[in-house]
């Protein structure tokens, strides 16, 4: 599958411009700020309904403007299909495929998968459990449509769990039969999500491992593990046994919103604390590299591969193996952003592989 055009029209800081992309790799170079990020942002839409750097949809449309349009045709084996995205400010996003309204957007997640790999990463590694849950989350959901369901279920329960907590906690009485019903109903959606986690995992390891390794050359010992409470028993158990903490913290302390992935390095040393910046990189590309090759094996074909700012913080040695990596048979059409068309013509010289550069300023493609 690949993109074989891209037009935008009030996107961010473009007025309008249409692209022609090859099916091997593509640059987008330019100054800081010339609109390149945008481009693989327009692309993200196409796929997955939504930005990836900005949650809020009118925030895309063109300053000044009161709306936006972005549009591409993606090749399929010679089948091909026009996405459309638009949106009127104060209006609901209008999402098509060939034409046609889809009624629910999580019907087309998935038909055009995409891994981007961005500078914003980094949260992965830097913050909060809540980031490598939606990592998770993310890439399953690409692949399984009700797991997402379930989720979104899981979490509506959790909150009503919580608010029933809380107003107990604060004079009222516990209603011991609502929480019952609340408890089985959490226990009968969190366990097919802890399965589905743990089976997605025990495939999805291995894959990092292999990419690490390649990009590294096994230069450090790392190692990512799933965490999960609910490997050290029964959910349904496991609820009991913390109700008098739920009760006195007004929340619910176990469940599958805990769970976490560990990131270490050295051996067993926090990979947040103690790697260098460019082993986190190097660690955060490894996953998403991951991400591509489960993607790719659950869907018979090759996902989008947008890459965003690679080249900062890796040294040269490492930068030309990924780029041999994403360039060789294993991987499809690329979609790369960098300030220098210099060094990008360089590095594919020196790899032996074709990249087309458009150079981006100020919001057009020269
Ligand atoms: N809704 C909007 N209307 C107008 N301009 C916008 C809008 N949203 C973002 N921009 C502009 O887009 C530009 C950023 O574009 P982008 O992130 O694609 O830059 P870039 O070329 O990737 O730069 P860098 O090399 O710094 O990453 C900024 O100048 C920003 O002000």
Redesign the pocket.
């Known amino acids: 599958m690949w993109l074989k055009k891209l037009s935008v029209l009030n996107f961010?800081?473009y007025t309008e411009a249409t692209l022609q992309f090859t099916r091997e790799v593509n640059a987008f170079t330019?100054a800081?700020?010339?609109?390149?990020?945008?481009l693989l942002d327009a692309i993200h839409y196409l796929s997955l309904c939504k930005s990836y750097f900005n949650p809020v949809d009118s925030?895309?449309?063109?300053?000044g403007e009161d709306w936006f349009m972005v549009q591409g045709e993606f090749d399929k084996d010679g089948q091909l299909d026009l996405v459309a995205c638009s949106l009127k400010r104060n209006q609901k996003k209008q999402f098509k495929k060939n034409k046609k309204e889809y009624t629910r957007l999580a019907d087309h997640i998935g038909q055009f998968p995409l891994v981007m790999i961005s500078p914003n990463d980094s949260a992965i590694v830097t913050e909060g459990s809540e980031e490598r849950r939606r990592f998770v989350d993310n890439v399953i959901s690409q692949t399984d449509l009700p797991y997402l369901d379930r989720l979104i279920a899981y979490n509506r329960c959790l909150m009503q769990r919580n608010s029933l907590l809380k107003q107990a906690s604060r004079g009222g009485v516990l209603d011991k039969g609502l929480l019952d019903v609340l408890d089985a109903q959490l226990v009968e959606l969190g366990l097919p999500i802890f399965e589905k986690r743990r089976a997605f995992m025990d495939e999805f390891i291995p894959e990092f491992n292999r990419h690490y390794g390649f990009l590294t050359e096994t230069a450090e010992s790392v190692s990512l593990t799933y965490e999960s409470q609910l490997m050290g028993g029964n959910f349904a158990e496991l609820l009991k046994q913390h109700l008098d903490r739920d009760r006195a913290l007004e929340r619910t302390t176990v469940g599958i919103h805990k769970d976490d992935l560990q990131f270490t390095i050295h051996v067993d040393m926090p990979l947040k604390k103690f790697g260098s910046q460019g082993q986190q990189k190097s660690f955060l590309i490894a996953l998403k590299l991951a991400q591509y090759s489960f993607l790719y094996r659950q869907k018979g074909f090759k996902p989008l591969l947008l890459l965003d700012?690679i080249f900062d913080k890796l040294d040269d040695h490492r930068t030309r193996k990924l780029m041999q990596m994403v360039s060789a048979d294993d991987f499809g059409q690329i979609f790369l952003?960098d300030?220098d068309a210099v060094r990008i013509n360089r590095i594919f010289e020196e790899i032996n592989r074709k990249v087309r550069v458009y150079e981006?300023s100020h919001g057009t493609v020269q």
């Open positions: 961010k800081n330019g800081n700020g010339a609109g390149k990020t945008n925030q895309q449309i063109k300053q700012d952003t300030t981006i």
